[in-house]
């Protein structure tokens, strides 16, 4: 099996480090970068691994027959992690197509 992400999320990603480091969740930027690279490196290791429901149709927009799983990264943040899941050549693939935190989509869960 793989776990992949389109374009978008990838850019997603790496914008979050200077954006979390202004913001001030982090003191310094190479806690911030940590806390991204394990984000990351957590979704890509672990999406198959974790409980998966169908995404609401509000995340249509990202793609049609996606799934979502969360990632609780401390007492307050979840991550989730949207995602097609297909089949190529017998092996299954994870197609990340979006990524968002509880504090601004949950309302749409």
């Known amino acids: 099996m793989k776990v992949l992400a389109i374009p978008e999320v990838t850019s997603y990603i790496e914008s979050l480090v200077p954006i979390l480091y202004e913001k001030g969740y982090f003191s310094f930027k190479e806690t911030a970068q940590k806390y991204v690279k394990d984000l990351y490196d957590d979704i890509r290791t672990n999406l198959p691994r974790y409980v998966h429901k169908s995404a609401p149709p509000y995340f249509d ?9 969360a990632f ?18 017998g092996e299954t693939i994870y197609l990340i197509r979006y990524i968002n935190y509880n504090h601004l989509i949950a309302k749409y869960l």
Not at 72 to 87: G, H, M
């Open 61 to 69: 927009k990202y793609g049609k027959g996606m799934y979502y799983a």
């Open 72 to 89: 609780r990264k401390n007492r307050q943040t979840v991550w989730y992690a949207f995602f097609t899941k297909y089949l190529d050549n």
